[in-house]
């Protein structure tokens, strides 16, 4: 049975569809005027594990991962550029598709925008207004009133009294309380608006703050209560309490007990852990700061995804060149071990000791980790008893989580292509896969080889070892098995 640590509750708890058989999912996605980053890569990465567990676990999954396309940053960044925001926003849409389906991420169910919901932001923020929960400014800003909401800081943990004394909060004129924050921004000069009920000087037209669009895309796409709401540790306080604060006000009546049923907007709640870069907070301040694109340069994707699916996903994740040398040795073990089979995407026998070891790890709060010690130790057994069930196996639970579904000699090769081939050389045989390692291009690799070939035939073991030395110092490993020699990039 799959247990989900809550982050409302602050324990693990049975995970209990609201409909039998179904999931509803929402995580906070990106907003759209940079490239994505490492940060962003943790959380695209551990939720379409998480969908993909759902899936295998066979729930039917609606997956909803919001795309934030209206915000101050999204209008400061087109000022700059001098371009539109819609030519600013879709550039950085097909960049994080890109980087997406590059770790290997499948796509979300549904994946909205937000200006393509400022009507239902619109009817949301007046019904606040409605059951006295926000109110108008007179400069055209609507606020949400958090005295209001009693049940405010039950996710993070935080009383408003505390709050006050020790969080940093804005300063606005023209709000009521401290605490309280922005629902409708009155329309500035040279920003994008729309038109509202609101009123003001301005006769209502403005844009809508952050933390409405969520409550509103969510409700409208998965209802006011559904059961399953993601994303960064980060967003834990103030977006994802504003956001409990904004629907539950709207979408209950929190003076009635409701027959024992929640009036919450989800039933559990998942963060992901923080990024760190060689044990320091990733920032651009700091200098340390990584894109997805920046690191994919120098990594193989796969290894990318391995290193960050590695880490339980709400452990803090360290970057460094070592900790991603470090797994692309890990994988390189796994694709080792596969190496030399034709292996089918079967029905995965549940029954094996490394299929029950790695089910009860992944309904165990999504545990990764141990997940993957069951794959080191089913390759070892592959390894040790030459079995196409055991690597069958293998190769399909590694699937479960997006790793291993390439050729193993295109990983070991370091060249992922759709069609490439074995590159077991024989005695006369050949290399088909066209590699460019450093130094040497595929015809100078199958030279040299053929080469150390001849050189072991005529017992001159110098030349032969000479030849190894040359291709390891160019970041090509050869290994010697009884069905010939294979390389890899190291």
Sequence with gaps: MLKIYNSLSRDKQLFIPIETGKVRMYVCGMTVYDYCHLGHARVMVVFDMISRWLHASHFEVIYVRNITDIDDKIIKRAFDNNESIGVLTQRFIDAMDEDSARLGIIRPTIEPRATAYIADMINMISTLIEKGHAYAAANGDVFYRVRSFADYGKLSGKSLDDLRAGERVEIDVHKKDAMDFVLWKSVKPNEPSWDSPFGGPNGGKGRPGWHIECSAMSSSLL???????????????????????????????????????????????????????????MSKSLGNFFTIREVLKKYDAQVVRFFILRAHYRSPLNYSDQHLDDAKLALTR???????????????????????????????????????????DLASEVNKTQSIEAASLLKNLGGLLGLLQNAPNEFLQGKITSNATSSVLTDGGDISNALIGAGFDNSQIEDLIHSRIKAKKAKNFAEADRIRQELADAGIILEDTPQGTTWRRA
């Design 334 to 376: 796994l694709y080792t071990a596969l190496r030399g089979y034709v292996v089918i995407n079967a029905t995965i026998d549940w029954h094996h000791p490394q299929a029950v070891r790695f089910k009860a790890a992944m309904d165990d709060d999504f545990n990764t980790a141990e997940a993957m010690a069951a794959l080191f």
């Design 223 to 281: 209802g006011a209560h559904f059961d399953i709401h993601g994303g960064g540790q980060d967003l834990q306080f103030p977006h994802h309490e504003n956001e409990i604060a904004q629907s539950e006000a709207a979408n209950f009546d929190l003076s009635h007990s409701h027959d024992g049923k929640p009036c919450q907007m989800a039933n559990y709640w998942m963060h992901n852990g923080f990024v760190r870069v060689d044990d320091e907070k």
